[in-house]
């Protein structure tokens, strides 16, 4: 497996690969891989000849008094021994600096399906993730770059961005990867006390509970999000927010709505995690 730590070695890497005819799968990520992770390598190698991998803790996504990227979890060397244990071809682990050598004064803002949800708490997040993403697809060149459910709303943004700019990049949405007691698999679960880690499948339950409350056929979603709310802060969290909308535009439902997106945002402790659950009608 290669590492590359520099732009004109992966690209050429890249660009090799296509000059023999092979396509490009790639896997964007902030590095502190799980399960989740491997997942979306299974899927893009499964869809390409080539896997790249990329291991970069973005500042740009980090919003109001850099949240917490100072301490987000770093353990590149655990990740290279696991991305090449899933049959990762090359990784590409560059510095801050050869991503951002200068303050960016170009930004790449899509003000749509950024605007509620994660996009209303955290703001400037998607401005930062839209901009590495663009980056990184003009870097690596895939062909195909695969993007996790747990993430919905970054993932539908990823794939406005595309079909907006331009980009011959096929985008895929795998799923939701968990731990056995439900809890979405997240680099940020390390965060979690003993205490906080045994309450926190409440977000899943709670979502599992609602969608079942959907396909029975409860319409009124302030009902739905009033019982999600009850059990999230009886299980000790702060809830961020929890929104009942059209899967596809992120807008609240109506007759034309096929697909409901159940998404739920709170705070284990100082952790904030976000888990959702997709309902076909
Ligand atoms: P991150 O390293 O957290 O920025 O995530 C990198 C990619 O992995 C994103 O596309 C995430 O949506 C995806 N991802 C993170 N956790 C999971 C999970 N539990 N299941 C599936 N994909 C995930």
Redesign the pocket.
Known sequence: MNIFERIEDIRAFSLEGKRNGKTIGF??????L????F??MKEAKAKSDVLIVSNFVNPAQFGANNEDYQKYPRMPEQDNALCAENKVDAVFFPGKDEIYPLQNSTWVIEDELSSGLCGRSRPGHFRGVCMVVAKLFNIVLPDIA??????YQ??KIIEKMVYDLNFPVKIII?????DNDGL????RNKYLSPEERKKAPTIFESLENAARQFVAGEKRTNEITGEIRLRISQSGAKVDYIEILDAEILKPIDGKTKKVLIAVAAFFGATRLIDNIVVTL
């Open positions: 896997v964007p990520t902030m590095g502190c799980h399960k989740g992770h997942s979306l695969v993007f996790g459910q747990k993430d970054q993932a795998a799923p939701t990867v968990r979405a698999m997240s680099s």
